[in-house]
Structures are given as C-alpha cells and as structure tokens.
C-alpha cells in the first residue's frame, strides 16, 4: 500500500494555473499544470528510490467516474518526493480549466487509487490575468500586462515613469517551465538550512585535553552565520573528592577552553565512588564564508585520576542562517580584526578558568567585510 503528500505549493500553483488559464484566453495552446508528492509507505517513510508508473486523472467533482482528463507518466522519486508537469505526456486542453472552476485529481500508482482525490482549485481572478493591470492610491498605473507584446511593465511614482520591463525575446508559452539544471525546493538561494550529527559511544575524556564527541560538517552558499547546538551526558565517578568535566563546541581538533562557549559540570566531593550523570548542553554562534565547515563539540576532565569523566548520547545541530536582524554579540578571546570589540574583564573569585581578558564583539563586523568584498 502506497500513501501521497500532495504538495501544490501555493505560489508555484499560483503561476501554474494562471498561466494556464491565461492561455486558454488567448490561444489553443495546450497547458502544462507543475505537480508534486511524496510517496511514502504505510509506516510513513519514503519509498525507496526508483521509477514508479503513475497515472493521473482530473474528473470534475470527487465522486464522478469518468474523468474528464488522464496521463500515465513514470515518474522518480528522490527521498519519496518527485515532481510531474500535467499534460506533459497528454495535453490538457485550455477549454478544461476555463469550463471547470473545480476539478479533481486522482492518482493510481500500481493498480492502486490513492484516495481521496485531490481538489484543484484556480487562483483569484486568474480569469482576467490576461489583462492584468494595477493602480496606486491615487489612481495613476503601477503594474500593466501587455499579453500581446509578451510584455510586464511595472511604473514608478506616475505611469510615465518606468522602474522595470520584463520583455521576452521570443513568443510566449503556454507555461514556465525550469530546465533540469534550475534550483529546486531543496538547494533555493542562500535559505537557511541545517545539518545534525549524532555519536552514542560512551567516550572517556582526558585531563587538560579536548576529545572530539561529535563533529557535524555544513556547506554553505554564502557568507553568514551557523548556530551550533550540543547535547550530551556526563558519567562522573571514580572518587569521592572532586570530580567535573568541560563540554564546549569548537571548530578546531583538541582546541583550548573558550569561555564562555563551554559548560562544565561536576562537584567538589561524593558520598561514593559510584557514577554521578549530568545533562550537558553547549551553543555557539560562527560566522563563516562560503564553503564547507566542520565544527565539533568535545570535552575534557578537570581532575586526574583516579576520578574518571565519561560522556555518551552526543548530539550536534548546525543551522544556518544568511543575514542577521540585529547585533550577533559574543566574546572571544583575541579582538581579531573587529572594529567593534571592546575589552571586557573576567575576574570571578574561586574560577581561574575562566578569569582574564575578553572581548566582547558584534559578528556583525564580518557580514559587513563579506559585503564590502563582493
């Protein structure tokens, strides 16, 4: 048994069903509706990764019997999803979306109806788009479709003032249709995105020495920030004094203590030397180029033997995000290159760790040299 995920992205219909129904108003040319699923098994996960043989039908209502269109296409899905332009294999004439306010898709896969059917519903007054114009507050024209010219001009302040043409050097389609090489929903321009990585082994720690527990390595399109996300849990036991362990994000191998990027956890003493667990959570902000980055969370013990610091169930999350909507403070240890860092002093009684001079600094000022090269 087969389960779909219809998935008529609301934009991407928009354009779809628009530009079919314009056509239909203007010519014969027969339309081309953009179609996308996921294909999944009974118990939710994608279906393997090969060719399906599909078939596609519209019908006019969700009961009806004979359909008023159908296609058999073999489509290939790609972690269950696939995307299929209707009426690439059987024209859809004009007059069906003109004639039918309302239809219905239904899809067979294997002798098998994927019920229930789909309802298709067109845009808004896409019925008059051929003749698409738009005026501001005070009645002057902003946007007019010349569909003879194949042409969309959009005006400034008056409509004798121009701010964009868009002019197709040759005779307009019945549809848009991207070529295989186009940017799809799972590589847009510059969107967040995120990666994660996990490591269940229970990893002992060394004194005075990071261990790597998980690394998570992302690319990126463009210059901005990765928010990085750690979990894990300490096993402390070993002896009845002191006893703790440091837990940080780093994007360097056995790297140094970075204040204050690393949670640290444990006690001066124990009623025994049984195990002692503490959850462990670390966060961090980087701003990178372009590119490919591995970052790692890792650990260390602060006591030696015979105290013994063992973690286990790493998780690390890499976001990305491509702009920042206001300052992306933290502290580092060296001002670096920031125009904006300002010293700050730590000086806590009872934590040499940590105490010394910091700077506190907006990752900002790397956003503005990444501009500044392009």
Known sequence: MYHLYNRFLQLTLAVAMTACLVSSAVSATPVLVAYQGRLTQPNGLPVADAAYTVEFSLYADSLAVTPEWSETAEITTERGLFVHMLGSVNPIAPALLSDNMVLYLETKIAEEVIAPRTRLVPVPY??????????????SLAVKLLNDAHKLVLFGPTSLDTSISLQGGVVGDSAVILPDSSINSDEILDEPGITTNYDIDLIPLSTGIMTDLVTVTIGIPAPGYIVLRGKCYLMLSGTTGANSARIQIDDEQAGVSHYPHFTQAGLSGYVNTGTNYFPISVIRVFYRDAGVHTFRMEGMAIQPAPAV??????VLIAAYYPTSYYSVRTLLQEAGLNPSAVPVIIDRPGDSTSAGQYFDVDLRDNEIKAKSRD
Do not use: K, S, V
């Not at 896409?126 to 009645?139: F, M, P, V």
């Not at 610091?309 to 790493?314: K, L, M, S, V």
């Open 126 to 139: 896409a019925y008059t788009a051929g003749n698409l114009t738009a005026r501001d507050a005070d009645d």
């Open 309 to 314: 610091a063992e973690a286990y169930d790493h």
